[in-house]
């Protein structure tokens, strides 16, 4: 959402234009990449620092995978940088994600807790994942402490009740 809203690929209605082609494509590249062994593909950071360079097309994800690629060969030598160097990178691109935020409803505490708490949690844990998964472990919290069970989708209550299950496996077990 916030890739499509920094490229203004969004319709009047709030909807993403093309989005059966873009969900694919990552779910596509996220296969390829477990297949292959590596983390979860998905497109985020890569994608938001592009468009914010003005990048609009596949040329620069194509371009972005070419200079990955390279980055294999050359991982030795980029390992000799100090994380502290690559800070004010990560800083820049953290700050043009930001803008998605303005359009949470932080007047509905229903909204405005578990993107809070989805927030928050990633860099405390240094987890993407765990982010998500608090959050959404607390937007069903949320609704349903409000009642507003209609706005809870089956999806949401099959991850809800897999992410209560693996903490509970993991920290009482």
């Known amino acids: ?3 499509a809203e920094q490229s203004n690929l969004m319709d009047d209605k709030g909807n993403i234009i093309k989005v059966k082609q873009a969900l694919l494509t990552d779910a596509i590249g996220t296969v390829l990449g ?8 998905t497109s985020y950071v890569e994608s938001s620092a592009g468009i914010a360079a003005g990048g609009r097309t596949g040329l620069t994800s194509l371009t972005t995978g070419i200079l ?5 060969f050359l991982g030795p030598l980029f390992l000799l940088v100090p994380s502290a160097a690559t800070a004010p990178a990560l800083i820049i691109v953290g700050f043009l994600m930001m803008k998605s935020v303005c359009a949470i409803d932080f007047k509905d505490p229903t909204e405005g807790i ?3 708490i989805t927030i928050i949690v990633m860099p405390f ?5 765990e982010g998500i998964s608090w959050g959404i472990i607390s937007y069903v919290i949320c609704k349903t402490v409000k009642g507003k069970f209609k706005d809870i989708t089956v999806v949401t209550w099959v991850l809800f009740a897999v992410f209560i299950i693996r903490y509970i496996l993991k920290y009482c077990l």
């Open 125 to 129: 844990a240094y987890s993407i994942a």
């Open 34 to 41: 477990a297949c292959l062994g590596t983390s979860t593909v």
């Open 114 to 116: 578990p993107a809070f």
């Open 1 to 3: 959402m916030g890739i």
């Open 68 to 72: 990955f690629l390279l980055a294999l």
